[in-house]
Structure formats: structure tokens, C-alpha cells
């Protein structure tokens, strides 16, 4: 995928509304899959140790099987996509969570019109923030925390119809 057309779909999410207007988020992307691979390996070694550490949250979040399937060549982390996007503010920036959550939101909604398909990276995105090894790899601005990512790649499906959902439990008052 070529640097233009990432660049292009981070130039739609910059539109995204940000908490007083701050227009602070920044955007690191690891364009180099070598690289996205190398961090999910980092990540894996982070639940590998929290799994050793305290295996309740480990295993409410189903990193055994995470694990179990990565020993197996299966990615469920990044899922071998070929790029990640991580959006980052400073963390004393009030609302710098919200605003990077929001600019994400707008990408992964816009990516399909370029022919390009998006998946949260919820695991990558905790480790991120909690385990150093990982933090030193990204290497990111003094008091700048990773906020959200996302992988990114062309899908290797095509969605024939919308997934099904739960029905939305409204209060009306
Ligand atoms: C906040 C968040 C974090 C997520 N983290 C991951 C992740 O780390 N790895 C992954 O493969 N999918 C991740 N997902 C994808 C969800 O598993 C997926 O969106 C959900 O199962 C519904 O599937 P659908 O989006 O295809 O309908 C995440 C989704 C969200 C919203």
C-alpha cells in the first residue's frame, strides 16, 4: 500500500472534530509489516507475562488463547495486517483520548472508500500503554501516550450484508 494513500486517508481523519479544537492528535505509522510483526511480538510477550502475573485479567481477556494461536503462526493480534496507524496526543491535553478515539473513528469509516479495510487494535493498544518494552519500540514524543491504532490493509473479504447486532436498549424520558 503506498504512502500516498495512507497519507491521503490520515488527511480525512484530521477533519474529525477534537476537544477545543486542539487539533493535537499525532499519527505514527508503522508502514514496514517486518515491523508491525516485531510489535505483535512484543505484545505477545506482554500477555505472556501478565498471564504469568495475574492470569484472572489475562484470561478475561482470552490472551491464552491469543497466545495458544500466535505459537501456532495464527496472528490474532494484528492479525498480520501489513500497517498499523496509532494516534497519540500529550496525555495532559484534556480530552486527548476522546479526540484521538473520535479521529480514528472517522478513518476506519472512510477507509472502505479507498478500497482498504481497518480492524481495532485493542490488544496492541493496552500493551502500549502498560508494558515498557513495547513503549521503548515505539519510541513516541515525552508524555505522548498511545491513544487507539488500528491495522490496515486491502481485506481479503467482501461483506455481502451488514453483521447482525444486538437491538439498541434506548431510555426515552
Ligand atoms: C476497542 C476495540 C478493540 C479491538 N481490538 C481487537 C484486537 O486487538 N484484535 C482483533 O483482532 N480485533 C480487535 N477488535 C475487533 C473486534 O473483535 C470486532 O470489531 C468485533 O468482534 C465485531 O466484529 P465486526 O467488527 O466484524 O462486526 C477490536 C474492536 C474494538 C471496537
Request: proline content about 7%; some cysteine.
Amino acid at each position: 500500500m503506498s504512502r500516498d494513500l495512507l497519507q491521503k486517508l490520515i488527511g480525512i481523519a484530521r477533519y474529525a472534530p477534537t476537544g477545543h479544537n486542539s487539533q493535537s492528535i499525532r499519527w505514527l505509522v508503522i508502514e514496514d509489516a517486518t515491523e508491525v510483526r516485531r510489535l505483535g511480538g512484543l505484545v505477545a510477550d506482554w500477555m505472556r507475562s501478565l498471564l504469568a502475573e495475574s492470569a484472572e485479567y489475562a484470561l478475561s481477556m482470552h490472551m491464552d488463547r491469543v497466545i495458544d494461536s500466535w505459537e501456532r503462526g495464527i496472528d490474532r493480534i494484528l492479525r498480520s495486517a501489513p500497517h498499523l496507524i496509532v494516534a497519540h496526543g500529550l496525555s495532559t491535553m484534556p480530552l486527548s483520548q476522546s479526540s484521538c478515539l473520535i479521529a480514528l473513528t472517522y478513518l476506519e469509516l472512510a477507509a472502505p472508500s479507498l478500497g482498504l479495510g481497518t480492524c481495532w487494535a485493542g490488544y496492541f493498544t493496552a500493551a502500549a500503554n502498560f508494558y515498557p518494552p513495547l513503549q521503548d519500540a515505539l519510541a513516541l514524543p515525552k508524555g505522548h501516550l498511545p491513544y487507539g491504532a488500528v491495522m490496515i490493509g486491502y481485506p481479503m473479504y467482501r461483506y455481502q450484508r451488514m453483521p447482525p447486532r444486538n437491538k439498541p436498549e434506548i431510555g426515552w424520558r
